[in-house]
């Protein structure tokens, strides 16, 4: 086939083009699963069909990346199904006594609120709303209150298919940015070391600005990759500790020449960061091989500078972050695509249901 009608495919694949064009991909999903939703309620005339387009919008508005869509996809659908059976139970309890049901909806209330306060803030949040609205004053029908579920849920599924359809990864997202740092530092560290220092205070500024808006892709980050925070954490301070070493080279480098002697450590230093920027954007962890070697010890200088000290921390910062990427980048390649772990995802429920139903 000719490559001019492959080219434009290409963004709905790979990763790179996925991330470059993430603001164009998120509202084409978003219309795409609105539409769905749209469908099925026209086509259908499902009652209370409203919930499902609320659902899909909020589901999928305003979290662009997979690890944040499907969390927040399975807490609104656990949040829903949680509140739903609490609002069912509301409705059986009234015909007992007005006080049994309001009793029940403000234990539910008060059990959300305190949860609310720890890591599943929006599922504890969405089951007493769902409750609330399921239940209502004790006047709400049961079948609308079962519509209103299957209604929610149904939303929650088309949102988690649109966004695993055309997944955008904060993984990806978060790797690009690394890896656009690691070859920021690179150019900047050759600058400095040859006292070309022009506009170094705009690459730190565009330097720290990658480093905040990786800070906050972590959690995503954490929850796509199963990886820890701990150890992505490690990689920020490493990010952090080579950003800090520049700007000092900088404030030296004004009053000292150039290292004659450090020429050959400059080009391997360069090297391994350019080599580690390129394994990250293209998944190559052979790049991450190869060990920097350890800088000269500056005691062993005649008359060691300040220079002399900076290099070998730079030095050793960049080793140290060099073999950080290689422990991490297998495991990042290893992540399936969202399509494939949402089909076994649903096989596997569907497997749970099966065997309890056989029960």
Not at 3 to 30: E, G, N
């Amino acid at each position: 086939m000719d490559k001019r009608w492959q080219r434009p495919w290409r963004v709905l694949i790979v990763p790179y083009y996925l991330d470059r064009y993430a603001r164009h991909i998120h509202v084409a999903r978003v219309a795409l699963a609105f539409v769905c939703g749209l469908a099925l309620n026209v086509c259908f005339a499902i009652p209370h069909g409203s919930w499902m387009l609320v659902t899909i919008l909020i589901v999928l508005g305003g979290v662009p990346h997979w690890g944040s869509v499907r969390r927040k996809a399975l807490q609104r659908m656990g949040g829903s199904l949680l509140g739903a059976l609490a609002g069912l139970a509301a409705i059986w309890l009234l015909p007992f006594g007005a006080s049994l049901f309001y009793g029940w909806m403000l234990l539910i209330v008060a059990l959300s609120i305190w949860h609310a306060q720890g890591k599943g803030e929006y599922l504890a949040l969405l089951t007493g709303f769902t409750m609330v609205i399921v239940a209502g004053l004790g006047d709400e029908p049961m079948d609308a209150a079962l519509w209103r579920s299957f209604n929610v849920l149904t939303g929650s599924v088309i949102g988690l298919a649109a966004a695993a359809i055309l997944p955008l990864r904060a993984m990806d997202s978060w790797r690009f940015l690394l890896a656009d740092n690691l070859r920021e530092a690179a150019l900047l560290y050759s600058r400095i070391s040859r006292r070309e220092i022009s506009d170094n205070d705009d690459s730190l500024a565009q330097f720290n600005s990658r480093l905040l808006r990786m800070r906050g892709l972590l959690s995503a980050v954490a929850q796509e990759s199963g990886i820890g925070s701990r150890r992505l954490d490690a990689i920020q301070r490493s990010q952090r500790s080579l950003c800090s070493l520049l700007d000092r080279m900088w404030e030296v480098a004004h009053q000292t020449p150039p290292l004659a002697d450090a020429a050959q450590q400059r080009r391997l230093i360069v090297r391994t960061l350019m080599r580690a920027a390129h394994a990250m954007r293209f998944n190559q962890p052979a790049l991450l091989a190869e060990a920097l070697p350890p800088a000269c010890d500056p005691l062993v200088v005649l008359k060691p500078s300040s220079c002399h000290w900076l290099v070998s921390e730079f030095n050793l910062a960049v080793e140290t972050l060099r073999g950080q990427l290689q422990a991490l980048l297998p495991a990042l390649i290893a992540v399936e695509p969202p399509t494939r772990e949402l089909v076994k995802r649903m096989q596997r429920f569907g497997r749970d249901v099966g065997r309890h139903a056989r029960r």
